[in-house]
Antibody, heavy 121, light 105 residues
């Protein structure tokens, strides 16, 4: 069964940096198109970023609010997805989930349990 | 970019049919629906407009008409009380609806 475990969240000051990790198991990670989705406390879901499989070019995509500040990457040798977050803002406060796509249509079929990022002075 | 609008809340009696709409200002590619219960990660219940992942009960179905996608839950059960989010994408930008809190009363 597919499983993903996020880590790396915590409290950081505005302007600071944080790197999230998502350790995957139970499926062929190298074939998966991976995403980060976040949810601010008590709010809805917001897509953050996507990275395709290396076979499909490893192309990355970002939501407008994080473009230029966040970087999604993957290490297929470690079955791990990353999100490097720089220049953090208070509005980046959220639970960050990693998620796989079922069919290449941004349909997120497996989700991790999430890791909480709090940006506050 | 585009936006997806959902009613913020809805209610249904056990055994009845619940319908949740998701209206876009333009047609997105491939709508999906997620169920999220308090303190849990979202669960995909419908993908590619009408498809149900394995393990999702048959009472969940999806449809699309024009710029509106609809999630229908037939024979609603108490366990279906949750937040439901629609989602679509266009030009590699993903949009979620604001979510509908479904109460089973």
């Amino acid at each position: 069964e597919a499983q993903m475990v996020e880590s790396g969240g915590g409290l950081v000051k505005p302007g600071g940096s944080l790197r999230l990790s998502c350790a995957a198991s139970g499926f062929t990670f190298s074939n998966a198109w991976m995403n980060w989705v976040r949810q601010a406390p008590g709010k809805g879901l917001e897509w953050v970023a996507r990275v395709k499989s290396k076979y499909n070019g490893g192309t990355t995509y970002y939501a407008a609010p994080v473009e230029g500040r966040f970087t999604i990457s993957r290490d297929d040798s470690k079955d791990t997805l990353y999100l490097q977050m720089n220049g953090l803002k208070t509005e980046d406060t959220a639970v960050y989930y990693c998620a796989t796509e079922k069919s290449g249509n941004f349909d997120f079929n497996y989700w991790g349990q999430g890791t909480l990022v709090i940006v506050s002075s | 970019s585009f936006e997806l609008s959902q009613p913020p809340s809805g209610s249904v009696s056990p055994g009845q049919t619940a319908s949740i709409t998701c209206s876009g200002d333009k047609l997105g590619n491939s709508y999906a629906w997620y169920q999220q219960k308090p303190g849990q990660s979202p669960v995909l219940v419908i993908y590619q407009n009408t498809n149900r992942p394995s393990g999702i009960p048959e009472r969940f179905s999806g449809s699309i008409s024009g710029n509106t996608a609809t999630l229908t839950i037939s024979g609603t059960q108490a366990m279906d009380e949750a937040d439901y989010f629609c989602q679509a994408w266009d030009s590699s930008t993903v949009v979620f609806g604001g979510g509908t809190k479904l109460s089973v009363l």
